[in-house]
């Protein structure tokens, strides 16, 4: 065969016909495709994150879920959040209307317990902060989420899942052009500009978008642009060379919490995000494959908060703060008050708050096939972060670590992954992470013809370990104390270290309906303990801060202190006929704080509206749940493709959770504080889409979200989006 591009297609009688990826051949060289096969039309994929190597879904013993372009434009929002909510065991929450700080919560964990890498290359901020509402699905081929730890592989900010974004790469040997336009309520208005291709042993992807809305709210416009590009070329026969890039710059005003004050802050928050990476895979040998990858992460935020907004009031003589209006503010569970609540503190004006993060990143993998049913792994990494908090003094850390691990099989029944990682921290020194996940099938996977496929067993077993942010750092408890102070003997104080987790899941997976029908459920048992957790700067004097130390303090100050535990049950079902597709998911977690500095060494706190219900001001009490876990939530999405139309549903409802107003009021008092438990209310939300092509080159396309027009607030305080509509065209070029 001459040398060229190439796509392997792989069929089997009872088999969905599956096809590779297109690769370049050149004359007399060989090397190793992969091709998997699924029992039926619902598609088994080949996942990253659960294991050192590819692994396909059906080996995993892991709770992994895949989203592809394809699933990501049929949910029809212009952010990765659409497709996120319909992830089983997940919560997204956002903040108000598009832009807003936007969060994902795995299985009961922390918004900063997830690993996010895009193209490998770890995301985060230090300490594990990540803003979803800041991606865009432009240039994204796919994401994958691992709901559950693996600090084995990845070490730091692994304490409850790992999120994988991938960056497409170019396929066709004619240039592939595509734009898109689309346009909608509140000023909304989007444009995404696309190209790849490939062109012998190169291949090409480039994207850029622009995104503008002005949201519902005063002082609430939101603006992201977004450019990405992917660049490979093979080397030899066996080495692949990949380069990415991701720019990202957004600007959002900020209104703050509209209901609680009655008028919006007059606040403007811009973040310029960076990431890109370099690697390198080799197929060494047939039995031999290494890894080796460089990636960046440069990440600017600010704050800018240019006038005081409300009325100036001053009880005490120490300088004015200012307040909202008067309000009633009323919880999902029935408690309400009324008054009026600082909108902004005192202090100079413009108030500007800056963050920068840095991060480089070099790693190295290798794994090596001992038999057919076995395969070894190990690894190195290094990073060197830097971080800016704002006023605050730089921090650098340097960080390392390692693994090993071992994938093998058994009759093709039994699939074992088992490693331990050690990561060696430039704050916290040392942490060791075991891992162990099990697949068994007690009924072997069988043909499409067949009404009872197969039935999976899964079995995960590990821990996982995060830094302590930046912010974290600086303001901890012990260092703001000293380490020969009284309270630091009193409370039993230790400088600020790790967080922690040990993870559990158990699942069945059964397959009917000739492959047409997929059945999951799971239980999981994760215990999170020493978190840190906020204290207040107006508390730090109770615990023998010096005066003049606080006033030095921008915010308040850290400890590990809070520990807490969320089991639950995890169910999910597919269905795919011909062009019909229902997917469904529902999680109950049962979360229960087990450990408080709040309900130790402070006080909780009281409303005397409500003399005899403690309340968690700043973080929950023993005994309560987080803040903003619902017990209940899930999703449903059905989508009928037929000839050249598409329609899809994409429905989310959320149970009530706990939360905090998190409010002072004018003497700095409680009165404007409520209850915590069920603060937030119940919500279900439906967008609809639909797509038709109306020509070969040309389609259109719609969305409505919040389809029902519910009046609701995800989290009290910001008032969520009412319905919206966005629709629009998209003109293809070149290749089809």
């Not at 496929?453 to 830094?467: C, D, H, P, S």
């Not at 450990?595 to 409303?607: E, I, Q, R, Y």
């Not at 403690?614 to 999703?635: D, K, M, W, Y």
Request: hydrophobic content about 35%; glycine content about 12%; cysteine-free.
């Amino acid at each position: 065969i001459s040398s060229g591009r190439f796509w392997v297609e792989a069929y089997a009688p009872g088999f969905a016909r599956a096809r590779s990826a297109s690769f370049y051949v050149g004359s007399d060289e060989t090397g190793p495709v992969t091709v998997v096969l699924s029992v039926g039309p619902i598609v088994q994929h080949v996942v990253v994150t659960a294991s050192a190597s590819e692994l396909p879904e059906g080996q995993s013993g892991s709770p992994v879920s895949v989203l592809t372009s394809d699933a990501l434009e049929q949910h029809g929002t212009p952010v990765l959040l659409g497709g996120l909510r319909s992830i089983p065991g997940s919560n997204v929450v956002e903040t108000g209307g598009r832009g807003g700080t936007a969060s994902l919560f795995l299985r009961g964990g922390a918004s900063d317990f997830n690993k996010v890498l895009i193209d490998g290359v770890p995301a985060n901020d230090i300490g594990g902060a990540f803003d979803w509402d800041a991606i865009t699905t432009t240039g994204v081929e796919r994401i994958e989420v691992l709901r559950t730890s693996n600090s084995v592989l990845y070490g730091g900010d692994t304490l409850g899942g790992v999120v994988s974004v991938v960056t497409p790469r170019g396929r066709s040997t004619v240039p592939d052009v595509q734009y898109r336009a689309d346009g909608g309520t509140f000023n909304t208005f989007r444009n995404e500009l696309t190209v790849g291709g490939v062109g012998g042993r190169m291949d090409y992807f480039a994207a850029v978008s622009r995104f503008n809305t002005d949201n519902e709210l005063p002082n609430n416009a939101y603006r992201n642009t977004t450019g990405v590009g992917r660049f490979g070329v093979l080397l030899g026969s066996a080495t692949d060379l990949s380069v990415t890039v991701r720019r990202v710059n957004t600007s959002y005003g900020s209104p703050g919490t509209m209901s609680f004050h009655g008028v919006a802050d007059d606040s403007l928050q811009t973040n310029a995000l960076t990431f890109a990476g370099v690697r390198a895979t080799s197929h060494v040998t047939d039995r031999l494959q290494t890894d080796i990858q460089f990636g960046s992460l440069d990440r600017t935020i600010a704050f800018d908060n240019p006038t005081a907004t409300g009325e100036a009031y001053d009880p005490f003589g120490f300088g004015a703060n200012y307040l909202g209006d008067q309000v009633s503010i009323v919880g999902a569970n029935g408690y309400q008050t009324t008054g009026r609540a600082i909108l902004d503190y005192g202090g100079a004006y413009p108030s500007i708050f800056t963050s920068d993060t840095t991060r480089r990143y070099l790693s190295g993998r290798v794994s090596y096939y001992v038999t057919s049913s076995l395969e070894l792994s190990g690894g190195a990494r290094a990073e060197r972060e830097a971080g800016i908090s704002g006023v605050s003094a730089k921090t650098v850390r340097t960080n390392a670590g390692a693994f090993v691990e071992a994938r093998g099989s058994l009759l093709n029944r039994v699939y074992l992954t088992g490693g331990v990682g050690v990561e060696e921290n430039g704050l916290f020194g040392r942490a060791v992470t075991p891992r162990i996940a099990v697949a068994f099938y007690g009924r072997n996977p069988a043909t499409s013809d067949t009404m009872v496929g197969e039935t999976k067993l899964t079995f995960n077993l590990g821990r996982g370990v995060k830094a302590p942010s930046v912010f974290d750092e600086q303001s901890a408890l012990y260092g703001l104390l000293g380490p020969g102070s009284g309270a630091t003997t009193a409370f039993r104080l230790d400088p600020i270290g790790p967080e922690r987790s040990r993870n559990l899941d158990l699942g069945v997976e059964q397959v009917l309906v000739g492959g047409h029908v997929r059945l999951r459920l799971a239980y999981f048992d994760n215990r999170f303990t020493d978190l840190i957790e906020y204290v207040n700067k107006t508390t730090l004097p109770q615990l023998g801060v010096p005066i003049d130390v606080v006033g030095a303090v921008p915010f308040g100050a850290t400890i590990n202190a809070s520990s807490y535990t969320a089991r639950g049950v995890e169910t999910a079902v597919d269905v795919q006929v011909g062009g019909f597709r229902l997917s469904g998911t529902y999680t109950f977690v049962d979360a229960e704080v087990t450990k408080s500095f709040s309900s130790s060494a402070l006080t909780p706190v009281f409303n005397t509206r409500y003399p005899d219900i403690p309340i968690g001001q700043f973080s929950p009490l023993v005994g309560a749940r987080p803040f903003r876990r619902p017990t209940h939530g899930g999703s449903v999405f059905a989508s009928y493709t037929r000839a050249r139309m598409q329609v899809s549903v994409a429905g989310v409802f959320v149970g009530k959770s706990d939360d905090s107003t998190f409010l002072s009021d004018a003497f700095f008092g409680t009165s404007m504080l409520l209850p915590n438990r069920d603060l937030n209310e119940k919500y279900q939300t439906l967008n609809l889409s639909a797509a038709y092509q109306l020509h070969s080159r040309l389609r259109w396309y719609a969305t409505v979200e919040n389809l029902l027009n519910q009046d609701y607030e995800a989290v009290i305080g910001f008032p969520s989006l009412p319905r919206t509509l966005r629709t629009g065209v998209s003109v293809a070029l070149g290749s089809q």
